[in-house]
């Protein structure tokens, strides 16, 4: 009885399973919006799997769900000391993600709400990501989130569960991704997003002098490719390359993102201002992206320069987890508003009625 609250019988625990990607991850969390405890948190990821692909494999990563979901899913239950019968909701993501994944997840979750006889909640991986910053640190709407992960790159304003405005997002890759291609044609370790960020810390970042893209055009839409594109075209007028070769243009990569992303979150900022008729009391980063140190920074001194707090979420809670599918449903549920008929889909824009943005990502556009 240890982990239940003193209203633990109108809030029953909630438990939340994703496997949109290729982290197998399942959670108990339990309390209501904005108070909510996590009470066990498993992440299994398959980044082993996929290093030497270079990049995430469908098949696999959905091969991989299947194998080891219920072990996920039992280590959650025992983590948290609770048994099936103490479960009120059971929580899955639907999308957006990979189909073989996505099928995984959500039918076994399913059956499980079945077996308990408990309702069955669809989850929009966005929805959770965005949040999160709820569970984490119990902020209020509304907000302003830069959502910067392996297939997505957007500025969101958060209004309530469930009403988001778009204000900008990547025309082409998503920021995950560019730091991914950049390590990959540098033959740095997969996932490229630390390696980068590790061999920059040695290099100098006004060596290479590359462009930051739509940095002139007014709003906060973002683009990667012109600067995969110039790292590229160094890496080959450089070569052989060095390892003080590779660190300089790390840094001079991140160095270039980090000018791109605080002046457009600036602009984000400016564009919650101008939509909601007033300013967002917070900026929000969520997403892999968002552990780098020198993009916080950036994101930071954007917030700043307008006088707006600036929060990050613990970095595994950043990255893709249970807690947040499980976070997600318990606000969906308290606010009575569940969404999806439990199929699961590809695409699951957040702001369905923003026009979408070209590419947009290797996933086919998460977002
Ligand atoms: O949110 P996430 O775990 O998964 C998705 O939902 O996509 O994000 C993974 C992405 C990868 O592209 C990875 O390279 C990037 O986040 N990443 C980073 C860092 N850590 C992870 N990018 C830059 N700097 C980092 N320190
Ligand atoms: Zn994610």
Known sequence: MEHRGATA???????????????????????????????????????????????????????????????????????????????GHVAATTGPGLLGGLLVGATFAKALAASAG?????????????????????????????????????????????????????IDDAAGEAFDKTAKLLGLAYPGGPSVERAAREGDPKRFDFPAPLAKRAGCDLSFAGLKTAVRLAAQKTAPLTDQDVADICASFQDAVARLLERKAGAALDAFRDSEG???????????????????????????????????????????????????????VSAQSIEGDGRVRSRWPLDASAAPLLGAGKRGAKG
């Open 118 to 170: 408990v309702p069955f909640v669809p989850v929009n991986h966005l929805e959770a990501h965005v949040l999160t910053p709820r569970l984490t640190d119990g902020i209020g709407f509304p907000y302003c989130v830069a959502l910067l992960s392996g297939g997505h790159a957007q500025f969101i304003a958060v209004r309530d569960v469930g009403d988001y405005r778009r204000l900008g997002g990547t």
């Open 9 to 87: 019988s109108e809030e029953p625990f909630v438990l939340g399973i994703e496997t949109s990607c290729d982290e197998c991850a399942a959670s108990v969390v339990e309390g209501g919006p904005g108070r909510a405890r996590i009470v066990s948190n498993v992440v299994w990821s398959q980044i082993d799997l996929h290093e030497e692909f270079g990049g995430v494999v469908p098949e696999i990563a959905a091969r991989a769900h299947l194998e080891t979901i219920n072990r996920v899913v039992g280590e959650a239950l025992a983590e948290a000391g609770v048994g099936l019968d103490r479960i």
């Open 278 to 332: 007033e300013a967002a009391p917070t900026l929000v980063a969520v997403g892999g992206v968002a552990a780098n140190l020198v993009l916080r920074g950036a994101l930071t001194r954007a917030a700043e320069a307008r006088g707006v707090a600036f929060v990050a979420p613990p970095l595994a809670l950043c990255t893709d987890n249970g807690a947040m599918i499980a976070y997600a449903a318990l606000e969906r």
